[in-house]
């Protein structure tokens, strides 16, 4: 009987593979393409997937995926599976559990992943179609915590403790790389606020026509303090009044 060869896992090579590819991408679509582009080659899997996390929505949203081969008659399947976002709250699906617990989680029946979004007799359909034997899902961690997921379609009957172990591996290099991913983002953020001016809130407009008769002394005074300002007498009533008089006014405040 004549064995086929395996793909062995030579963990420094997956380490330097993935930091060639990783370096410099500033974009998770891009990020996310290019790490499942790397997969299936190096780790024998037969699909791939990530997921990234919405926080606000609370959903797992598909954003790139790669398979050694697309049946035709998988295509309708397929697409509904990955079109449709994976609520949060849906406990049962467990690339979900993956985040929330945030471990790797490995089962034999597809459905178990495709909740909700296909029923059981699709997800068995499918399962046949690639000739997936198991299914694993693990969690994207960054320092700001959890970033999305990455679901794997794996042909043999069992993961070893080193093909575990090379999922996880993976799965924090592309956490550091998402790292830098959303450092970056803040930086552009940060320097796009500096540089845009806040807009000032406007004073508001003198509505209320008021005379008042001054002493010629208050006169003098007037005259002698708005000289040289750009102030008139009017405005500088106005802000000694606003200033002076009624911020340290508390019995006003609390009228």
């Known amino acids: 009987m004549i064995k086929k060869p395996q ?10 593979k993935t ?3 990783f370096v410099g991408v500033l974009d ?10 790397l997969l299936p ?16 929505r609370e959903r797992l949203i598909q954003k790139a995926m790669s398979y050694a081969k697309i049946p035709r008659d ?7 599976f990955l079109k449709n976002e994976i609520p949060i709250e849906c406990s049962e699906n467990y690339s979900v559990r993956a985040v929330k617990e945030k471990k790797l ?12 979004n296909l029923n059981e007799k699709e997800s068995t359909s499918l399962q046949k179609i690639y000739r997936i034997k198991i299914t694993a899902a693990v969690p994207i961690l960054t320092k700001d915590g959890i970033a999305g997921a990455i679901g794997f379609g794996i042909s043999k009957e069992a993961l070893s403790d080193k093909e575990k172990k090379a999922i996880w591996l993976f799965a924090d290099q592309v956490g550091l790389a998402m790292s830098n991913v959303l450092a970056h983002k803040n930086i552009v953020r940060r320097y796009e606020e500096s540089i845009v001016p ?18 010629d002394d208050i006169e003098q005074y007037l005259a002698w303090k708005t000289n040289n300002s750009k102030q008139s007498k009017a405005e500088f009533l106005r802000e000694v009044i606003k200033n002076e008089m009624i911020k340290k006014d508390e019995k006003y405040k609390k009228y």
């Open 74 to 80: 998988s295509q309708t399947l397929l697409e509904k």
């Open 7 to 16: 793909n062995k896992i030579d963990t420094l090579s997956l380490i330097k």
């Open 105 to 116: 989680l490995y089962s034999h029946n597809l459905h178990n992943f495709t909740k909700p």
């Open 19 to 21: 930091n060639d590819i």
């Open 41 to 56: 080659k190096d780790l024998g899997i037969e699909s791939c997937t990530i997921f990234s996390y919405d926080k606000k």
């Open 28 to 37: 998770f679509q891009e990020l996310a393409q290019k790490a499942v582009n």
């Open 198 to 215: 806040k807009s000032a809130k406007p004073k508001p407009e003198p509505l209320f026509r008021f005379t008042l008769r001054l002493t």
